[in-house]
């Protein structure tokens, strides 16, 4: 993780030109994805899901913090899909974050399903959800 001069800190991605998560003034602000590109939406949205825990942990947060998530799927007629596995990952209503799901091209011949913003609160010491 490196700190720039504003006091933002920042997961890098292997990817130039852009970071994992950032965290500043008590947010955390992270994208996830299926590194693996796994077969079918079930299992990307499963994996993007376990990624998108690891960054959060990272930065001092977890899933019951998050504020508004944006879902890009590559193939909107994948929702349902997507939607089993998010219901059983998200839990019960008091971790329910404001969601849109919206359809785009990912950019990459249909090999990445899904990819995940998020915005959510840093946890303190004390303030474990």
């Not at 939406?41 to 899901?49: C, E, M, R």
């Not at 690891?54 to 019951?64: A, F, M, P, V, Y």
């Not at 019960?92 to 899904?114: F, H, M, S, Y």
């Amino acid at each position: 993780m490196i700190t720039n001069s504003f006091g933002i800190e920042r997961i890098i991605a292997p990817t130039n030109g852009r970071s994992l998560a950032s965290v500043y003034a008590g947010l955390v602000y992270a994208v996830a994805y299926d590194p693996m590109a796994a077969d079918g939406i079930k299992a990307q949205t499963y994996n993007a899901l376990a990624f998108l825990d690891q960054r959060l942990s990272e930065l001092g947060s977890e899933k019951s913090a998050l504020l508004q998530v944006t879902i890009y799927l590559d193939d909107m007629s994948l929702k349902t899909e997507m939607d089993e596995v998010w219901c059983e990952w998200i839990g019960p209503k008091e971790n329910w974050p404001q969601r849109a799901c919206v359809g785009v091209d990912l950019g990459d011949e249909g090999k990445t399903l899904i990819e995940i913003v998020v915005t959510a609160i840093k946890l303190g010491p004390s303030e474990d959800v």
